[in-house]
């Protein structure tokens, strides 16, 4: 069973920037893909970026995050990060960690019911 902590939110001004870490419990053998998704009050929960643990490859499922958003994964520490620059009042929300079981190197799926663990979240929270 692995478990997710997430870290690094808060509240900042638009046009700030925060990182997020999620820390897993157990080393991630085999190949997953780790993903970050979001969900603001009243939406339903949104794909923001995922990157496979064996191959590396990097996913950005948001188009509003692009360019802006970089997720990377430290396999040393068995964290995953996403640093979040030039933030947005769009991109307030809980933010969630996740980790599906994927024994492939390509991540397929943005949905959040395709991923088998989940963090409990951390709150980023942008102001004008």
């Known amino acids: 069973q692995v478990q997710l902590l997430e870290s690094g939110g808060g509240s900042v001004q638009a046009g700030g920037s925060l990182r997020l870490s999620c820390a897993a419990s157990?080393?991630?053998?085999?190949?997953?893909?780790m993903g970050w998704f979001r969900q603001a009050p009243g939406k339903e929960r949104e794909g923001v970026a995922a990157?496979?643990?064996?191959?590396?490859?990097?996913?950005y499922w948001a188009d509003s995050v692009k360019g802006r958003f970089t997720i990377s994964r430290d396999n040393a520490k068995n964290t995953l990060d996403l640093q979040m620059d030039s933030l947005k009042l769009e991109d307030t929300a809980m933010y969630y960690c996740?980790?599906?079981?994927?024994?492939?190197?390509?991540?397929?799926?943005?949905?959040?019911?395709?991923?088998?663990?989940w963090g409990q979240g951390t709150q980023v929270t942008v102001s004008a």
């Open positions: 996740a980790a599906q079981v994927n024994l492939g190197r390509v991540c397929t799926s943005p949905l959040s019911y395709d991923y088998n663990y």
């Open positions: 157990s080393y991630m053998y085999g190949g997953y893909c």
């Open positions: 990157i496979h643990t064996s191959s590396s490859n990097t996913y």
